[in-house]
């Protein structure tokens, strides 16, 4: 399993693939646009943004020389004024008809590309007047720069926002997310945190080693429905997914170095873009069921030889 920080846009290959005809039962393909305008329109009011900021342009500066990381990547979302909403528009972004706002801001995102997700509010100067940015953990981002304040939601609860630095009109913020995608913190329920402890425990301590990988496969199965029956489906994709890191930082030198770096910003793996899992022909239909138990949807499929044009 690998983490990326790539964020930009996957780019086509120069040699395209002969058409094929998809049979019934092959889902849609899918098709990754070009989406250059749509970055360049964030990237330039990003760049306003940090001359006026001097707390964001300091910190963009430490993560290009210490981690060796783009600003733009650690972007969870930009608040632009809503006169911006027909330049979103032209360059591909659209409403994010289920994203929840505290004021009843609209949220545009890019269906197509890794892009910062953008909020349009009324009534505001300066454009942007936020951005917020995404590490792993709020309270490491807190204690790595000294913020004293209390932030903005529950700790292990699905939304947490901090303000880090206000400066000529603009407002750099830092958010930490549970498989939630929208913007409004919310305290956790009466008995929300055991199970969430509980299921944390359950994946951290997930035995790795058997004598043949259907028995592991089982055992992850057990363990997958213990967790979805703890706290659900997406909490358990996201506890998943946090022990499979720390798992393959275990035993990946360089990624032991690249994260204590970016744990001295208190970034964390905020920035991971995708994890590449190894698996054999025997167990790929396992592998797939499992993910497909996580809530993922089989979008794509990578053809080799003449299919794929080589």
């Known amino acids: ?17 002969p058409a094929r005809a998809p049979s019934r039962s092959e889902p849609p393909r899918f098709d990754w646009p070009l989406a250059y305008e749509a970055e ?11 001359q006026r900021n001097g707390f964001a342009r300091r910190l963009a ?14 972007i969870d979302h930009v608040v632009l004024s809503a006169t911006e909403e027909n330049a979103l528009s032209e360059t591909g972004f659209v409403r994010d008809q289920h994203a929840e706002t505290s004021n009843g801001e609209t949220v545009y995102e890019h269906p197509q590309a890794t892009l910062p997700r953008v909020m349009l509010r009324k009534g505001q100067k300066q454009s942007p007047s936020v951005i917020a ?12 720069h000294n913020l004293s304040a209390e932030p903005e939601g529950e700790g292990f609860s699905r939304y947490r ?40 425990e359950l994946w951290h301590t997930r035995p790795r080693l058997f004598p043949n990988d259907a028995e592991s496969f089982k055992t992850a199965n057990h363990i997958l429905e213990r967790v979805i029956g703890l706290v659900g489906r997406d909490l358990a ?25 970016q744990d001295q910003l208190g970034l964390g793996w905020g920035n991971h873009d995708h994890h590449t899992f190894r ?10 069921e499992f993910l497909l138990k996580l809530g993922f949807q089989k979008r794509e499929r990578y053809y080799a030889g003449a299919e794929a044009g080589w």
């Open 61 to 74: 500066d430490r993560m290009a020389s210490e981690t060796g990381t783009d600003f733009f990547e650690w």
């Open 279 to 288: 698996c054999s022909r025997e167990h790929f239909v396992d592998l797939i």
């Open 133 to 144: 940015l995404r590490p792993e953990f709020v309270a490491d981002f807190m204690a790595r």
């Open 237 to 261: 994709c996201q506890f998943f997914f946090e022990a499979e890191r720390a798992y393959w930082e275990s035993r990946n030198r360089a990624g032991q170095v690249q994260k204590r770096r």
């Open 161 to 200: 926002r901090i303000v880090v630095a206000e400066e000529n009109g603009t407002q750099l913020e830092a958010v930490e997310r549970r498989a939630y995608r929208g913007f409004v913190p919310a305290p956790l329920k009466p008995g929300e945190l055991a199970p969430i402890i509980k299921a944390k």
């Open 40 to 50: 360049k329109l964030l990237r330039e009011r990003i760049a306003v943004f940090l």
């Open 1 to 17: 399993m690998i983490s990326s920080t790539k964020t930009s846009p996957k780019r086509p290959s120069s040699k395209p693939a």
